[in-house]
């Protein structure tokens, strides 16, 4: 039986309802976008017209209408299903789509309409420029260590190296081709296909670079004065901040702001490098799988990157803001707001630290709602990579 992710049934659900909303389906590539929405689309069992717009060919807002004529010469007594894939590749894709939704609405057809995209950056521009009110997202973030494990029988320790991605599953037997995969049609792509093309990079190489110091320093608070050191023509600190809003937009690479009890304060700080894929890191850094283990400083940076991958992958889904705490020589790995609920996690991952731990210090400013420890003689490691979210926050 084919693996059903989580989210399966919540987007089952929202189809069995009467024709309210457009489902948006938004994630990074290779994470089965379109493979949930075919396997809920053949569970729904009516008519289902599925069309992609991630091809060369040039195509406007005329493609959309066309497809959509489509979905709607399918409907039968149970109504059809109207997949658009990759749609905010064509230009002003959320105007027309508004245009034929509203069409639709008027003439109580039973059309339901499934977006889906990889550059979740532009489809929320979209979205909010034209189709408020009438769509409902679900993000589909990188695969945790649990579905690994259901998914391919992968141990915690394979998940911390390889990652989240299923289509690379098959390749870890190769470590060559397992890396080539990843930096080709994984990191390669992405990059030209949903960030370089899709939005205005005035310095393509810079954002590479600086794609590839993230990953070097994942785990690490890197002031963007050092980063214009570390980087030749970085441009200014507002260039670096922007690049890396795309990153983080692509599902590669985040920025955890500080946590400073205020918004203001939290935005201007120096952002913490967080990769939102292990297998990116990985496979970056030149190890192999038994190597990267038997080294303990590198396997503890590694081993703290894929908790702070776990942790901002569900902040990408809204269940939660994440942020990092320093203060001085004292530090607080990850720092998770819940609504008014406050939590305050230490990683003990076994690599030397070139600060303090600063939970008292965190305790006493902000007064947390929970304090945790992972690894160590804390919570195992293994068991909060695999454990729900909603367990603990």
Known sequence: MTYQRPQFQVLANRLAEPRRFIQVVAGPRQVGKTTLVGQVCEACAVPVHFASADEPTLRGPEWIAQQWEIGRLLQGDKGAILVLDEVQKIPAWSEAVKRLWDEDTRKKTALKVILLGSSPLLIQRGLSESLAGRFEVLHLPHWSAREMGEAFGWTVPQSIFYGGYPGAAALV?????????????????????????????????????????????????????????????????????????????????????????????????SPKFQVLDTALYSAMAGYRFDQAQADREHWGRLTESAVGAHLANAAATGKFELFYWRERNREVDFVVRAGRTLIAIEVKSGRSQDVLPGMQAFNQAFKPDRLLLVGGDGLAVADFLTMPLESWT
């Open 173 to 269: 037997g190769d470590h060559e081709r397992w890396v080539r995969y990843v930096r080709d049609s994984l990191i390669e792509t992405t990059l030209s296909r949903d960030v370089l093309l899709m939005s205005r990079v005035d310095k393509p190489a810079l954002l590479r670079r600086l794609f590839e110091l993230g990953c070097r320093y994942s785990g690490q608070i890197l002031s963007y004065t050092k980063m214009i050191g570390q980087l030749q023509d970085a441009g200014n600190t507002t260039t670096l901040a922007h690049y890396l809003e795309l990153l983080s937009a692509a599902g590669l690479l985040t920025g955890l702001p500080k946590y400073a009890g205020e918004i203001v304060r939290s935005r201007g700080s």
